[in-house]
């Protein structure tokens, strides 16, 4: 089973950017889509952007579309989220996934084999 852990998240002003980053281990990381998701206190867990194995299709959730990028590095088993623009509703718990299967973007948390430990997000007004 893929191991994965996130870092990078912090607390920032509205309008800051920051960068995560996942690296996994195994040899299932470089054979399959990844993603992030978030949780906000009281919250779903929330799809935020997802790629596909070899980074040649990326996914958003509307809430993040053009202020987000999602990229991958698998010669360093690492997932990156770019995010820029950051608003106070970003605040939420950030994971890195890995999707349960070989083809499908996670989009969902029934896609998702693993989850990493999560790292904090908090936006400030």
């Known amino acids: 089973q893929v191991q994965l852990i996130e870092s990078g998240g912090g607390l920032v002003q509205a309008g800051a950017s920051l960068r995560l980053s996942c690296v996994g281990s195994g040899r299932t990381f470089t054979n399959s889509p990844m993603g992030w998701f978030r949780q906000a206190p009281g919250k779903e867990r929330d799809f935020v952007a997802g790629i596909s194995t070899r980074g040649g299709s990326t996914s958003y959730a509307d809430s993040v579309k053009g202020r987000f990028t999602i990229s991958r590095d698998n010669a360093k088993n690492t997932v990156y989220l770019q995010m820029n623009s950051l608003k106070p509703e970003d605040t939420a718990v950030y994971y890195c996934?890995?999707?349960?299967?070989?083809?499908?973007?996670?989009?969902?948390?029934?896609?998702?084999?693993?989850w990493g430990q999560g790292t904090q997000v908090t936006v400030s007004s």
């Open positions: 996934v890995v999707s349960r299967e070989r083809i499908m973007i996670p989009r969902s948390p029934s896609m998702v084999g693993s």
